[in-house]
């Protein structure tokens, strides 16, 4: 999918990306860090975390994009005892010179270790263990073809709108999300959409309506009972 993409500043300072053609774009214009911020960690990974604060965490992203989140995640790790194993899917991953145009740098640049267009640069398609508490591995893959042999415990489900995107939205591909969380397994996304919600509920998801972040109502979170 090599659509034009044009580089828009968010209104935390950040940046994004945007595709005209589809009209849409990569984060929130309200916020790309605050939204991802918002919407990932808190309410999805640390939520999960607090109710497992000594177990190990096995993440599943759907949709890599920018990896703004997967960066975001593993600063989130850095001073934590447990671990994360972190999965990413993407079928149609940016190039580099797209990333750098972001200029994430910039916003973490007090941040020594690695910067994010290091963080970019990893290989797709190997475990890349960054530190004793975080491993990365990016698939080039369409989520309606990935079949795993392991359960996660986190889902961050971050397709494009149901407007760009609708097929993502069916729900069998909710009913496979409920398939590859363990017990206890949290999906949490940036949609609030009904039909979403429903189908949730009926594949047997807990679900409940979340505040979202800066310019956005609602969100959604799901968790497997």
Known sequence: MHLKKSWVRTKDGSCTLRIDSLNETYHSLHGA???????Y????LRFWQKSNPDVNASILEMGYGTGL?????FLNQLDKKTEITYTSLEAYPLKINDIERLNYNNFFESFEYLSFLDFSKLPWGKVNQLTSKYSLIKHKIFFETFEP???YNVI????FGAHAQPNLWDIKWMKKCF????HGGVW????????????????????????????????LRAVKP
């Open 149 to 151: 042999k392991k359960l």
């Open 188 to 219: 949490i996304s940036f949609c609030s959409k009904g039909s979403v919600r429903r189908g949730l509920q009926k594949v047997g998801f807990d679900v409940e309506r979340l505040s979202g972040p800066p310019g956005k109502r609602e969100i």
């Open 69 to 73: 989140i997967a960066f975001l995640s």
């Open 33 to 39: 860090i605050a939204e991802s911020e918002f919407i």
């Open 179 to 182: 398939e590859l969380l363990d």
């Open 156 to 159: 961050y489900y971050d397709a």
């Open 41 to 44: 960690l808190k309410k999805g």
